[in-house]
């Protein structure tokens, strides 16, 4: 465990935690001493990731919940809240398959169905989860949203409009709730990381980008790396920490902004 425990005594909800950086963040919320409601599609994924923090002697409970069905997440943060006495941080890290939202292919290329598809999952289930946890949060006077985006929300390459527009919606969206919950006490913040070369999406667009342009896999992760300030990807560890500040209360100023964990990628 952590000597800081800056999140001791917090009840935090991360939905997708079975996946990359879903489960990142949920080992580093327990590390530093909140009890962790772990959410996603899959129960085997959700066990691996409740028990790795279990074995480091935090606090998780997994239930297989689809963030896309407004009623499961509203059943299922009654019953959170419910067994937990209160919600104090929720945090959405699920996401579509990179072939579902046509990442890599020109606008003019794309198919209406695959542009609309980020929209229709990412920023769908964003705003569901996180309106959903309000109406617990605004009870309590307090508590914390964070939303999640990436890169492509400030354009900075080609073949990303369809996810580019989802995440820029999300970022507005962050902006005009934490205007709505402010006066309760309750802070909204988005998180916005680079490409985490050690997530399943960032090697499958790093295998489509190399056969697109004719070299290899890890070439296009070392081009990722390149086009950063820093020279260097994020990975999930990096992602999870930064997860980590906004939901404490070290960053209790912080609200209704983007945090840019880019690596300097893109500017604000």
Do not use: W
Request: aromatic fraction near 2%.
């Amino acid at each position: 465990m952590s000597d800081s425990h800056i999140l001791q005594g917090k009840r935090a909800v991360v939905f997708g935690a079975g996946g990359s950086i879903g489960a990142a963040v949920a080992k580093a919320f327990a590390v530093e001493g909140a009890e962790v409601f772990l959410s996603g599609r899959s129960a085997e994924s959700l066990t691996v990731v409740e028990k790795a923090i279990a074995d480091k002697g935090g606090i998780a409970h997994s239930d297989v919940v689809d963030a896309l069905d407004e009623a499961a997440v509203t059943t299922y943060l009654e019953a959170v809240a419910g067994q937990a006495g209160g919600i104090d941080v929720s945090i959405n890290a699920t996401g579509p398959r990179i072939s579902a939202y046509g990442n890599g292919k020109p606008a003019v290329q794309l198919p209406v169905d695959e542009f609309m598809s980020a929209l229709n999952t990412v920023l769908k289930s964003q705003f569901i989860t996180a309106h959903r946890v309000a109406d617990h949060m605004l009870g309590q006077g307090s508590g914390v949203i964070i939303l999640l985006t990436g890169s492509p929300a400030k354009p900075h390459t080609p073949g990303t409009s369809g996810i580019g527009a989802a995440f820029a919606a999300v970022e507005n969206l962050t902006r005009t709730m934490a205007m709505e919950l402010g006066n309760a006490g309750v802070r909204v913040v988005c998180l916005r990381t680079a490409a985490n070369p050690d997530t399943r999406t960032i090697r499958d667009t790093c295998d489509l980008l190399a056969a697109m342009r004719g070299i290899t896999a890890d070439q296009a992760v070392a081009n990722l790396a390149e086009s950063t300030l820093l020279k260097r990807s994020p990975h999930t560890d990096d992602t999870a920490k930064a997860a980590v500040l906004l939901a404490s209360d070290l960053a209790r100023m912080m609200t209704g902004t983007v945090h840019n964990a880019t690596a300097g990628v893109c500017p604000d």
